[in-house]
């Protein structure tokens, strides 16, 4: 059974830091891309950043650059985003996902984590 676990969400004051985690079982970690993304509400979800399945290269949005790392360690299965200097527009739920991808006569599904909630307060 595939799950994908976050955690540490929670509430932070504008200009602190916080560290999610995901924790994904039941498919091979380091076969996926990984990417997190978040969702506001009344917004839609959005990419916040991405890492390939080597973790040898990562993209992130404009509006976490400089501020956001997303990092994985394929050894102990585990996703982070390192998320600093928040301030209350990062306020949302931040989600874990895995990318689907095809090889040659087969493609893998996507995976979501249930999301984790992230408030920052001014």
């Known amino acids: 059974q595939v799950q994908l676990v976050e955690s540490g969400g929670g509430w932070a004051q504008a200009g602190r830091s916080l560290r999610l985690s995901c924790k994904p079982s039941?498919?091979?970690?380091?076969?996926?891309?990984m990417n997190w993304y978040r969702q506001a509400p009344g917004k839609e979800r959005e990419l916040v950043a991405s890492?390939?399945?080597?973790?040898?290269?990562?993209t992130y949005a404009d509006f976490v650059k400089g501020r956001f790392t997303i990092t994985r360690d394929n050894g102990e299965n585990t996703l982070y985003l390192q998320m600093n200097n928040l301030t209350p527009e990062d306020t949302a739920v931040y989600y874990c996902?895995?990318?689907?991808?095809?090889?040659?006569?087969?493609?893998?599904?996507?995976?979501w984590g249930p999301g984790t909630q992230v408030t920052v307060s001014s």
């Open positions: 996902h895995a990318d689907s991808y095809c090889e040659p006569g087969v493609c893998y599904s996507e995976y």
């Open positions: 039941g498919f091979t970690f380091d076969d996926y891309a």
């Open positions: 890492i390939t399945a080597a973790g040898d290269s990562t």
